[in-house]
Structures are given as C-alpha cells and as structure tokens.
C-alpha cells in the first residue's frame, strides 16, 4: 500500500542545500515553503535529530507532540507526519537518509530499531548530557559527510549505524522509565493506540480492541476516555480518516481504490463514514 500514498523526498526540505539524493545533515532551518505543514504526509526517508532552537508542534499518526530544545526526534516512512506549527527560530541538527543507502552492501536495514516503528513514541525529551552526546555523535558523522573520498559512504554507514545503535539505548532506557510511571490505565490507554495503528485498516469496532486486551468493551471505552479524553471509537476514526486523507492526496488513486485500500464494503459506506468526521465527501476533500 505505502508505494501508493505519495512522500516527499530530501529534495523538498530545502532548494539551497547541496542535497543527496540518500543522506542529508539537517543543521538549519527548514524552508517551510517547499515543506509541507498542515497536510498530512509520508517522506521517504528516516532521520535521527535533536531540536536545538524554537519549538513545534507535530502529530505523529494518533500522538500528537511539542518539540522543544531537547527533544529526540526519530522519523521513519512507516508513519504519517502533520505538521501544525514551527516557530520562526525552529531548528534541528539531524541526520536524514534513505533505507536504501543504510543497507547497501549489506548496511544494517533501519526497520530493526523499535524507535521507527510506527507504534513507537517518536519524540521525547533528553538530559542535557544525553542531548550532548547526541549531538556530538551527529556531528562525527556531519564531518564525514563533508569528507569527500573512495570510501565516504561505506564510512558514512557505519557512523549511521552506530548513532542508530546509540539512539536504541537511549529509547530503551526511557521507554522503561515511562513505564515505570504510568499507571495501569495509562498502559492500557497506551496499549489500545499501539493495537489501533496496527490493525485500523482492516478492524473499526471496540470489542475488537477490547478482545485484543481481554477487557470488556465497556471497561475500554471508560479507560481510554479517563485517560485521553476521547473514546476508542474517536481513536479508530481519526487512524482511518488521517490514512485516508493522505490517500485522497494521491491523483493517481480513485476513490474506488481508496475504498479498496481501507477495506470498506463500497464507495457509499467509505463516503459516508469520511464526511461525518472531515464534514466533506472524499471528492470535496479532494478538490479543497
């Protein structure tokens, strides 16, 4: 399906850098003109960074999070990324590449790191050692990128690699850590989300989920609500409406596909279902 649903390439984050078609180092603003930030998109790349100025807001599939100095962002093509705001002052210092450029000649393939998946927590906040180190890693690799030579991507890999390798420390120590604070409800909460991104195309009733968690409907919908605020049913809409929304982007797809894709029995109950959460019919979203 994904080869479907258009991305944007390191091409479009800037058209003053000297851009790779496979890896680019990220240190200054993003030209928020070629970058999309209200639509909902896919990139085909992955990216590794540390906010370092301004702040932002972005929701990542269902999650929706504030960057500020400090943050760990970890992007992957498995997700969809919306952007809702970058200060002026907005800056990161990342490293962004392909898949295809890490697993040549054998390169350790990203998909293999929990951070990328799409049920992962994307953004979190660092120490100020943990920033440090980061960033110094980043720059280790920032320097080989400038290093023109023979051997410059077999190296470029490796030092890919390895801040990958350190960012899955990193993701582990505060993955247990958060789990460690939370309280039942909000695992459970946590549990439902990771559950509804993974099977929202093909599954859009509560028992479902709740069968999935041995909990009752019921006891689901109160949970989820005390903790988010919104019901299991808002969640799964808002997976399938966002996935439909990227797909509506693509000229190529008719609604009929799209009907297809997201596994409603035909174009009238798919059209039905979009208008009542976005307030237009697929064509309308289409055309606006």
């Known amino acids: 399906m994904s080869k479907h649903i258009p991305t944007y390439t390191l091409n479009n984050l800037s058209d003053w850098q000297d851009v790779s078609p496979d890896v680019l180092l990220l240190s200054n603003p993003v030209n928020q003109v070629r970058e999309p930030l209200i639509v909902p998109h896919r990139t085909n790349y992955y990216g590794i ?16 999070y504030d960057i500020i ?17 970058k200060s002026d002052d907005f800056q990161s210092f990342a ?9 040549a000649a054998g390169g350790t393939p990203p998909d293999r790191f929990p951070f990328f998946e799409s049920v992962a927590r994307h953004i979190f906040m660092l120490t100020p050692g943990q920033s440090a180190n980061l960033r110094d890693s980043i720059r280790l690799i920032k ?3 400038e290093d023109k030579h ?29 789990a460690s604070v939370q309280t039942r409800s909000q ?45 299991p049913g808002e969640w799964i809409t808002e997976a399938v409406v966002l996935e439909a ?44």
């Not at 992007?75 to 919306?82: A, C, E, T, Y």
């Not at 051997?151 to 850590?177: K, M, N, P, T, W």
């Open 49 to 64: 960074g540390v906010c370092i100025g301004g702040e932002a807001k972005l929701t990542v599939n269902l999650e929706t």
């Open 69 to 85: 100095p400090g943050c760990l962002i970890a992007m992957s093509p498995r997700i969809i990324k919306q952007w809702h705001y």
């Open 95 to 103: 490293i962004l590449f392909t898949r295809d450029f890490l697993t």
């Open 143 to 145: 320097r080989k990128l």
């Open 150 to 178: 023979k051997y410059q991507g077999e190296i470029l890999r490796s030092f890919i690699s390895g801040l990958l390798y350190e960012v899955s420390s990193l993701y582990e120590d505060y993955s247990h850590f958060r």
């Open 187 to 231: 695992l459970l909460a946590a549990d439902f989300k990771k559950l509804v991104n993974l099977h929202f195309l093909h599954e859009r009733s509560v028992s479902f989920y709740a069968n999935k968690l041995y909990i009752t409907p019921g006891h689901l919908t109160e949970t989820v609500r005390e903790v988010t605020g919104k019901t």
């Open 245 to 288: 929304s990227v797909l509506l982007q693509n000229p190529a797809l008719t609604v009929a596909q799209i009907t297809d894709t997201l596994h409603f029995p035909n174009q009238s109950a798919f059209g039905k279902y979009f208008k009542n959460a976005k307030g237009l019919s697929p064509a309308a979203y289409r055309r606006s």
